[in-house]
Antibody, heavy 122, light 107 residues
Framework: QVQLQESGPGLVKPSQTLSLTCPVS??????????WSWVRQPPGKGLEWIGY???????HYNPSLVSRALISADTSKNHLSLKLSAVTAADTAVYYC???????????????WGQGTLVTVS | DIVMTQSPATLSVSPGERVSLSCRAS??????LAWYQQKPGQAPRLLID???TRATGVPGRFSGSGSGTDFTLTISSLQSEDFAVYFC?????????FGPGTKVEIK
């Protein structure tokens, strides 16, 4: 069973870079059976998709964050990473890593979620 | 970008009632639509994938329908553990987007 667990600083200063990691257990991060994403949720608000990375490293981003976000996968450590630069108070949110399974070229929605980690920009 | 809207924003219901939640896409998303349930302090949980396929372990009282731009999540008989916020999400093309959610609360 795939398990995800976000980690990183809970407090980031404005204009700095937010950096989070998400170790993946239960699967190799570059397995063709899965894809991965980051999703965030400001306190009391809805969900916002940040971006996606495939098992081969292809990425797609939310246009509103594409200039500041970078998602990568470290196969040696089997973990995902998110870097978000030039943060402001508007980036304060619970950040989730999430993933979905794929079979025969068809991928499911986000069936796997980490517990989330609150990052406050202040 | 495809904008997802959900209605109503809040639904007050009694246990045992049948509930229907609506999700609408600003453009067609085929059947590439998922529903999630989120309880306070928890991560979202996938309920429905491909517009109508229940995820593993999801009770049969949850069902999804629709295609194109209009989708519905139905809970046939609301249980106490079903009071939560429900989000829809499309994954038809980039960027993926979520709806704003419907909160199902106890009447």
């Amino acid at each position: 069973q795939v398990q995800l667990q976000e980690s990183g600083p809970g407090l980031v200063k404005p204009s700095q870079t937010l950096s989070l990691t998400c170790p993946v257990s239960g699967s190799f991060i570059n397995s063709h059976n899965y894809y991965w994403s980051w999703v965030r949720q400001p306190p009391g608000k809805g969900l916002e998709w940040i971006g996606y990375i495939s098992n081969s490293g292809t990425t797609h981003y939310n246009p509103s964050l594409v200039s500041r976000a970078l998602i990568s996968a470290d196969t040696s450590k089997n973990h995902l990473s998110l870097k978000l630069s030039a943060v402001t108070a508007a980036d304060t949110a619970v950040y989730y890593c999430a993933g979905g399974s794929c079979a025969d070229g068809l991928c499911q929605a986000f069936g796997y979620w980490g517990q989330g980690t609150l990052v406050t920009v202040s | 970008d495809i904008v997802m809207t959900q209605s109503p924003a809040t639904l007050s219901v009694s246990p045992g009632e049948r509930v229907s939640l609506s999700c609408r896409a600003s453009q067609g998303v085929s059947r590439n639509l998922a529903w999630y349930q989120q309880k306070p302090g928890q991560a979202p949980r996938l309920l429905i994938d491909g517009a109508s396929t229940r995820a593993t372990g999801v009770p049969g009282r949850f069902s999804g329908s629709g295609s194109g731009t209009d989708f519905t999540l139905t809970i046939s008989s609301l249980q106490s553990e079903d009071f939560a916020v429900y989000f829809c999400q499309h994954y038809n093309n980039w960027p993926w987007t979520f709806g704003p959610g419907t909160k199902v609360e106890i009447k």
